[in-house]
T-cell receptor
């Protein structure tokens, strides 16, 4: 049982390049999300999805794109990388237990991105 | 803006001592969760407390929630060196989003 798998683990980009961070989960979770973690800032939500075909913005969505064509996959696209996007990115997923439910997240191991 | 704020930002104690971390939040919540992050790793869920609960225990962990003060505390009893990590509170409101605080870095010295 792999849980949440993120690829790549490390990536170096030049300013203006585009790339996709991959996230896959094998737990049949409806909810998937992307966070970025920067020193002193904690985790900030970029985008999230409550099911295939449904996505929404979090706190810091600018410069990022997502899609959810299947339950298992939730890729994060950087359209034109900027040095401000240097960060560690985490994908996380959970079951949705209704409006009063728990929503306990399972995290991937993270992807460290450096933009030069 | 981030919902939860942990306090203190950093805490250093000796093995065997208790560690207490606090979390304050701004708006009404459905539940509050605590996660641990070891250096260079993803976060791991520790414990969840719902808005209608005041206290929960799990092993050496004790969580309290005071919705009137919009605050929670995490107590780790009899700390071990292996408890060295960053600890985050996360709140869930009426939607499905979990919003995290900036974390408390706990160092347990042998």
């Amino acid at each position: 049982n792999a849980g949440v798998t993120q690829t790549p683990k490390f990536q170096v980009l030049k300013t203006g390049q585009s790339m996709t961070l991959q996230c896959a989960q094998d737990m049949n979770h409806e909810y998937m999300s992307w966070y970025r973690q920067d020193p002193g800032m904690g985790l900030r939500l970029i985008h999230y999805s409550v099911g295939a075909g449904i996505t929404d913005q979090g706190e810091v969505p600018n410069g990022y794109n997502v899609s959810r064509s299947t339950t298992e996959d939730f890729p994060l696209r950087l359209l034109s990388a900027a040095p401000s996007q240097t960060s560690v990115y985490f994908c996380a997923s959970s079951y949705i237990e209704g409006t009063g439910g728990a929503n306990v997240l399972t995290f991937g191991a993270g992807s460290r991105l450096t933009v030069l | 803006s981030q919902q939860g704020e942990e306090d203190p930002q950093a805490l250093s104690i000796q093995e065997g001592e208790n560690a207490t971390m606090n979390c304050s939040y701004k708006t009404s919540i459905n539940n509050l969760q605590w996660y641990r992050q070891n250096s260079g790793r993803g976060l791991v869920h520790l414990i969840l407390i719902r808005s209608n609960e005041r206290e929960k225990h799990s092993g050496r962990l004790r969580v309290t929630l005071d919705t009137s003060k919009k605050s929670s505390s995490l107590l780790i009893t009899a700390s071990r060196a292996a408890d060295t990590a960053s600890y985050f509170c996360a709140t869930r409101g009426s939607n499905y989003k979990l919003t995290f605080g900036k974390g408390t870095l706990l160092t347990v010295n042998p």
